[in-house]
T-cell receptor, first 111, second 113 residues
Framework: QKEVEQDPGPLSVPEGAIVSLNCTYS??????FMWYRQYSRKGPELLMY????GNKEDGRFTAQVDKSSKYISLFIRDSQPSDSATYLC???????????FGKGTTLSVSS | DAGITQSPRHKVTETGTPVTLRCHQT?????MYWYRQDPGHGLRLIHYSYGVKDTDKGEVSDGYSVSRSKTEDFLLTLESATSSQTSVYFCAISETGQNTEAFFGQGTRLTVV
C-alpha cells in the first residue's frame, strides 16, 4: 500500500459546482497535510496545508483532515474554469525530510 | 515566485548517453529535491539533499546520481540513459525540510530515444 493514495480522476464539473477531492494515507505519524495545485506543463505550487486534524479555510478552498480515518479532503466552492488543474495531496515522510505525494486528481471546470 | 531555475527545460537524448540536469536556487534553502512525474505514478522522489555534499536516496533512485557542491546548485545525472527514464523531472527546494512547503521549479521534459 502506498503511503498516500489519491483517486486520479479525471473529474469534470460545471462552473459553480462544489468540488470534493480526497486522499487517504497509511502512516498515523503524519501530522502535516498539504494540497498542491499543478497547471498543465507547470510545476506544482502549494495551495494549502493543515496541521493534525480539523479544517482550514482560505477563500473558496477548505482543507479537512480526519486523522481517525486517515482521510484528507479539499473542497472547492463556486468552482471556476481557472480551477482546472491537477490537485496533489502530500504528506512529509516519517523522517520529515521529503514530501510524499498522491498521484494527483485532474479537475476540469467547464463554463 | 521562489527563485528556482531548471536547465535544460527540454532535452532529447539517445539511450546509453549520460545526461545531467541542473537545478539552481537563489533562496539559500538548505533542502533540495529531485522528483520525477509520470502518468499513473504521480510525483516520486529520486534523491534529495540536506546540505552541501549531503545527499540521500529517495523512492526511485536506481540509475540516478546527484551532487551538491554548492548550496545553490543540485545536479541530477543519468549515467546511461534508458527509455524508462523518459519523464518530467522537477526540482524542489525547502527551507527546513520538515513539514513546510516545498517550492518547485518549472520542470525538465526529458525524452530518451
Amino acid at each position: 500500500q502506498k503511503e498516500v493514495e489519491q483517486d486520479p480522476g479525471p473529474l469534470s464539473v460545471p462552473e459553480g459546482a462544489i468540488v470534493s477531492l480526497n486522499c487517504t494515507y497509511s502512516n498515523s505519524a503524519f501530522q502535516y497535510f498539504m494540497w498542491y495545485r499543478q497547471y498543465s506543463r507547470k510545476g506544482p505550487e502549494l495551495l494549502m496545508y493543515t496541521y493534525s486534524s480539523g479544517n482550514k479555510e482560505d477563500g473558496r478552498f477548505t482543507a479537512q483532515v480526519d486523522k481517525s480515518s486517515k482521510y484528507i479532503s479539499l473542497f472547492i466552492r463556486d468552482s471556476q474554469p481557472s480551477d482546472s488543474a491537477t490537485y496533489l495531496c502530500a504528506c512529509p515522510n516519517q523522517a520529515g525530510t521529503a514530501l510524499i505525494f498522491g498521484k494527483g486528481t485532474t479537475l476540469s471546470v467547464s463554463s | 515566485d521562489a527563485g528556482i531555475t531548471q536547465s535544460p527545460r527540454h532535452k532529447v537524448t539517445e539511450t546509453g548517453t549520460p545526461v545531467t540536469l541542473r537545478c539552481h536556487q537563489t533562496e539559500n534553502h538548505r533542502y533540495m529535491y529531485w522528483y520525477r512525474q509520470d502518468p499513473g505514478h504521480g510525483l516520486r522522489l529520486i534523491h534529495y539533499s540536506y546540505g552541501v555534499k549531503d545527499t540521500d536516496k529517495g523512492e526511485v533512485s536506481d540509475g540516478y546520481s546527484v551532487s551538491r557542491s554548492k548550496t545553490e546548485d543540485f545536479l541530477l545525472t543519468l549515467e546511461s540513459a534508458t527509455s524508462s527514464q523518459t519523464s518530467v523531472y522537477f526540482c524542489a527546494i525547502s527551507e527546513t525540510g520538515q513539514n513546510t512547503e516545498a517550492f518547485f521549479g518549472q520542470g525538465t521534459r526529458l525524452t530518451v530515444v
